[in-house]
């Protein structure tokens, strides 16, 4: 038969390369990686403050970031983008974003007098000025300096 000839050319498939194995795994780390990071990235923080690696590094990142933000309103204030009033208020909201994200209390609802009495109590001597320098024109406060008051607080609080 003429077909019989032809079955000495078939043979079995080729083997797969290696590296197909290669960028399967490395396509399955990608993704486990990107789902771990979207449930970090969208976990509350009070819940984030609690896992023990990714507590620390949470806060070094809050730490960072609130750091930064006081060193951009320092800039604008130093380049007179900013009044002095608005600078503090400024300082103020980001010491008190802070406060919250790093302990949980609800410093951006709370009076002076209610965040001395609690957790929150060494922030509130630098609040007290932050709030005259925003609210009193009189008062010959050294804005400059309350800023980077600000930035040594947000990098010490433990």
Known sequence: MPGDDLLRFIGAPLPASPWWLALAIVLVVLVVTWWVGVIVWTMPPQRLRTVPLLGDLHATLIRRRFTRSI???????????????????????????FLFLRTGIRAQYLHLGELAGGDLAAAVPLLAKLHDAQFNTDARTDVAALGRSAEELIRTWT
């Open 71 to 97: 060193r951009q309103t320092s800039h604008l204030y130093v380049q007179q983008a900013l009044s002095p009033g608005q600078a503090s208020a400024t300082y103020g909201r980001t010491v008190r974003a």
